[in-house]
């Protein structure tokens, strides 16, 4: 069975794609590690351990990781997930606890006991990783594939013009994730828009299951609906966390990707957090991007609706 370590700042889409992975019978969850981002770490390790404990599903260790980015100070989305992450319903009251150890030891630990066989899927900021392989890079070769939801894709950012969050958060991280030679799979959040968000109807559905986990998936999600209600009037969930996980668990949703060369900007400030991905198209001038070896394989078309069907049918299963 594949291995995998799930790296989350948990916020309400998160939440959704821990479920997914909880739920399936795909894959092994070694860890969940915690790191801040959409919310500060202690409520970012709260939603994890209530998101296990409400799935009742598999139930991974979770180790907190880092507090705060590299270089920067922190920005948070509880304008977008509420300021508890998890739509402010009072919802988060975990009774389990996280192991002692830290999430970057942990990372580093369970990668050298299973060379070439753990995959890591990071959907938030990549503090963690960045850590790790600062700290052990060597050990970090062995990590068989990083599955990322970061970037915007080929499309525009949904923090500045053209950052996506997670990439904003800490783009000194991402971008030692990027030149390290881990083979690793790009999901944006251009993928992750349209038909791939919940609608009206499939959060009646959910919620019509009666299904613990499938009732707090939307309950949870209340602010990021209310969020998208007043930023462009649509009733609508966008869920790229779960996106991404929909990625790592089905492969076959995925109806195109490409080897692309991706350079991570962190100097100037109106372009930082910025992922310029380059796909190998012909360049005017042939030095620069052009001449760059792919570090990633960028995911550019999903199967939106298989992607939602499997989803919906395993919260409601």
């Known amino acids: 069975m594949r291995k995998i370590i799930i790296d989350t700042d948990t916020g309400s889409d998160d939440a959704v794609a821990l479920m997914m992975a909880l ?13 801040c981002g959409n919310v500060p770490l202690e409520l970012a390790t709260k939603n994890a351990l209530m998101t296990v404990e409400v799935t009742n599903a598999q139930k991974p260790p979770i180790y907190v990781g880092a507090a705060k980015p590299l270089m920067r100070d922190l920005v948070t989305a509880v304008n977008v997930h509420g300021e508890d992450g998890m739509g402010d319903d009072n919802l ?3 009774t389990i606890n996280p ?51 970061g970037t915007a894709g080929f499309g525009p950012g949904n923090t500045t013009p053209v950052a996506e969050f997670n990439v904003y958060v ?38 019509a299951s009666e ?4 009732v707090f998936a939307v309950q949870c999600n209340n602010s990021l609906l209310e969020y998208n209600l007043q930023a ?7 869920l790229p966390d779960a996106v ?11 109806l195109e990707d490409k080897l692309c060369y991706c350079y991570v900007c962190t100097t100037e400030e109106a372009t930082y957090g910025q992922v310029i991905i ?13 001449s760059n070896p792919p570090n990633a394989t960028v995911c550019k078309t999903i199967d939106n609706q298989l992607f939602k069907k499997r989803l919906l049918e395993l919260l409601i299963s």
């Open 278 to 290: 380059n796909d190998g198209s012909k360049l005017a001038i042939s030095d620069g991007f052009g």
């Open 170 to 207: 800490d783009a000194e991280a991402y971008s030692i994730m990027m030149k390290s030679g881990i083979p690793i799979s790009i999901i944006g959040f251009d993928v992750c828009l349209g038909d791939a968000a919940w609608n009206r109807e499939d959060m009646e559905c959910l919620m």
């Open 232 to 238: 462009s009037g649509g009733y609508f969930v966008d």
């Open 99 to 149: 192991e002692s150890g830290h999430a970057v030891d942990m990372i580093l630990d369970l990668v050298e006991t299973n060379p070439e066989e753990i995959e890591l899927v990071t959907i938030g900021p990549v503090t963690n990783i960045a850590l790790a392989i600062l700290k052990a890079p060597k050990t970090m070769k062995k990590v068989k594939r990083i599955y990322s939801m």
């Open 23 to 35: 739920k399936s019978t795909e894959v092994d969850i070694l860890a969940i590690t915690t790191v």
């Open 244 to 254: 991404a996980m929909g990625v790592v668990l089905w492969d076959d949703i995925v």
């Open 92 to 94: 988060i009251h975990p």
């Open 211 to 214: 299904k613990e986990e499938a």
